[in-house]
């Protein structure tokens, strides 16, 4: 057997060659701001999902949300309960309405 060919190097492990180590860093790198970019773009694409949820449930609901935060609730967490609710049966039920304006009378003259 010659040794005539070269001999070859060793494949190199990560960590000792720096064009490795620049190559999958950058790779890395990449992969986490696609993965990133999708993230926030799929928190964009839920919210404009809940809002138009919360949209078509009608007017007082709508306002019995901001009541709620208003008061103190987290937004994000309401809006996905608010998504959860059937709009049909709310609207069925005249639930996407203002009740009447109520007002005491006390019944003593003047």
């Known amino acids: 057997m010659h040794h005539s060919e070269t001999a070859r190097a060793a494949p190199?492990?990560?960590g000792s060659d720096p064009r490795i180590d620049e190559r999958f860093g950058r790779r890395l790198d990449?992969?986490?701001t696609t993965f990133r970019?999708?993230?926030?773009?799929a928190n964009r694409l839920r919210l404009q999902f809940?809002?138009?949820r919360l949209?078509?449930?009608?007017?007082?609901?709508?306002a019995y949300f901001?009541?709620?935060?208003?008061?103190?609730a987290e937004i994000r967490s309401h809006l996905e309960k608010y998504a959860?609710?059937?709009?049909?049966f709310i609207k069925a039920y005249r639930g996407d309405?203002?009740?009447?304006?109520?007002?005491a009378i006390d019944g003593r003259g003047r």
């Open 66 to 72: 901001l009541r709620e935060i208003e008061g103190g």
């Open 30 to 32: 990449e992969t986490s």
């Open 97 to 103: 309405r203002f009740g009447p304006a109520l007002h």
């Open 12 to 14: 190199a492990i990560a």
């Open 50 to 52: 809940l809002a138009a």
């Open 84 to 88: 959860q609710l059937p709009t049909e």
């Open 55 to 62: 949209h078509a449930f009608g007017l007082a609901p709508f």
């Open 37 to 41: 970019q999708r993230t926030e773009a």
